[in-house]
């Protein structure tokens, strides 16, 4: 929205085309990594670990990072889905088509109007 509010010039498009694609990249890389987690046997699922506000009050941010990366118990539980695809699943999908239009706008040149 930025982008479009102050009309960049070639520079200033292919930032945020970068940014934007940085961006989904790292959104599609979790839900990658959910969608791993909730293919895995329930044997294999990482055991449950403390609460998120617990781990941020005790723990510094990269610390807290780390765990919550690493995934516990019911983060491989599917809560909701929707034509038999999860919440992650549909991250992925909407995010490839946005990763490929925001490389679009980073190779496309710039009109005069």
């Known amino acids: 929205a930025l982008a479009a509010l102050h009309y960049p010039a070639q520079l200033g498009m292919r930032v945020y085309a970068s940014l934007i694609v940085t961006s989904f990249l790292a959104s599609t890389g979790l839900a990658l990594r959910q969608l791993w987690l909730q293919s895995l046997p329930e044997d294999q699922v990482p055991a449950c670990g403390p609460s998120l506000e617990y781990l941020i ?5 990269t610390d807290v990072l780390a765990i919550v990366l ?7 539980e599917v809560a909701w889905s929707l034509f038999g695809l999860s919440i992650p699943a549909w991250v992925v ?12 706008l980073y190779r496309a040149p710039r009109t005069a109007s």
């Open 57 to 61: 009050d005790v723990l510094p941010f």
């Open 70 to 76: 690493n995934g516990d118990g019911s983060c491989a």
């Open 93 to 104: 999908v909407a995010c490839i088509p946005l990763i490929l239009v925001s490389l679009w």
